[in-house]
């Protein structure tokens, strides 16, 4: 079965610091993975996805299978990345399975 | 964002009633879903649609139902058989051409 695990419900850094949200995946077969952002009073969006290798507003995510992680990476956080995301999976018929997600709090 | 619309924003039911949740999409494209988002417990799908006149059943169909005899429109109907239907319900498309899923601003559906 598939599953997307978020082990950080919260995550407060200070603005300037690193940050990495952890997500663990598991599939039996070739993965495809996403990181989507909800920020306050907007839409879930897409962040990035693990295909395309590309920075988005800072952010990069490595797919690691011998770790089965796709971990979401920044050198210097914003308070403008705050936010809760979502990792996820996509599966057969374009289903996406999501893990619970991370509130990422970046104080000034 | 227009190319999702969900209605209402805001949603008020007496225990008991059936309901119905609207999602319209001009986006062309062919998957619909629909998912719940509760806190802490990130979002579960509840229906997906991949074309018109067909849908199958998510991880948490029971006590909802769903139709799709547009490609736009894929209305959700939370009935009374969902024990805990007070939730965040977001409705979402999918550009199968590069597996991007794109949500709705989402209904808040309030049981009392």
């Known amino acids: 079965a598939q599953r997307v695990t978020q082990p950080e419900k919260l995550l407060s850094v200070f603005k300037g610091a690193p940050v990495e949200l952890k997500c663990n995946y598991s599939?039996?077969?070739?993965?495809?993975l996403f990181w989507y952002v909800q920020y306050s009073r907007q839409r879930l969006q897409l962040l990035l996805r693990?295909?395309s290798r590309e920075s988005i507003k800072g952010f990069t995510a490595d797919l690691n299978k011998g770790e089965t992680s796709f971990h979401l990476k920044k050198p210097f956080a914003q308070e403008e990345d705050s936010a809760m995301y979502y990792c996820?999976?996509?599966?057969?018929?374009?289903?996406?399975?999501f893990g619970k997600g991370t509130l990422l709090t970046v104080n000034p | 964002d227009g190319g999702i619309t969900q209605s209402p924003k805001y949603l008020f039911r007496k225990e008991g009633q059936n309901v119905t949740l609207s999602c319209e999409q001009n986006?062309?494209?062919?998957?619909m879903y629909w998912y719940r988002q509760d806190p802490g417990q990130g979002l579960r799908l509840i229906y997906y649609?991949?074309?018109?006149?067909?849908?199958q059943k998510g991880d948490i169909a029971e006590g909802y139902s769903v139709s799709r005899e547009k490609k736009e429109s894929f209305p959700l109907t939370v009935t009374s058989a969902q024990k805990n239907p007070t939730a965040f319900y977001l409705c979402?498309?999918?550009?199968?051409?590069?597996?991007?899923?794109?949500f709705g601003p989402g209904t808040r559906l309030t049981v009392l």
């Open positions: 979402a498309t999918n550009s199968r051409r590069y597996n991007e899923q794109f």
């Open positions: 693990h295909i």
């Open positions: 986006l062309n494209h062919d998957a």
């Open positions: 599939y039996s077969g070739s993965p495809e």
């Open positions: 649609s991949q074309i018109v006149n067909d849908f």
């Open positions: 996820a999976l996509g599966g057969s018929n374009y289903k996406l399975t």
